[in-house]
């Protein structure tokens, strides 16, 4: 079982930027991976949020898209999520979760592995 560890959560007020990683534990190859964020709020399903394919091919939800970048660093073994513009909506616990990669990637897809989440309010 993989092991992703979340962080750069925090409180921000809207229209600021957050970015956050993901990084998966030593002794596995983050390239092997398609890796997607998910948030969810409380009181609300979880959302797909982005994700990207071990060859960097990415898709958005909906709702992020324009605002929201996801990347990935192989060598660091780290996911960002690169948050701008954000808004009381996106108040959520965000996860991040790991699967085998394919050609493309889709938030609406079984993942396997997620880490404990990070929180993030936007509120002012």
């Known amino acids: 079982q993989l092991q992703l560890v979340e962080s750069g959560g925090g409180l921000v007020q809207p229209g600021e930027s957050l970015i956050l990683s993901c990084v998966l534990a030593s002794g596995f190859a983050l390239d092997y991976y398609t890796i997607a964020w998910f948030r969810q709020a409380p009181g609300k399903e979880r959302e797909g949020v982005s994700c990207?394919?071990?060859?960097?091919?990415?898709s958005h939800g909906d709702s992020v898209k324009g605002r929201f970048t996801i990347s990935r660093n192989n060598d660091d073994n780290t996911v960002y999520l690169q948050m701008n513009s954000l808004k009381p909506e996106d108040t959520a616990v965000y996860f991040c979760?790991?699967?085998?990669?394919?050609?493309?990637?889709?938030?609406?897809?079984?993942?396997?592995?997620w880490g404990q989440g990070t929180q993030v309010t936007v509120s002012s």
């Open positions: 979760a790991a699967k085998p990669s394919s050609y493309a990637c889709s938030v609406d897809e079984q993942y396997d592995d």
């Open positions: 990207i394919t071990n060859r960097g091919r990415t």
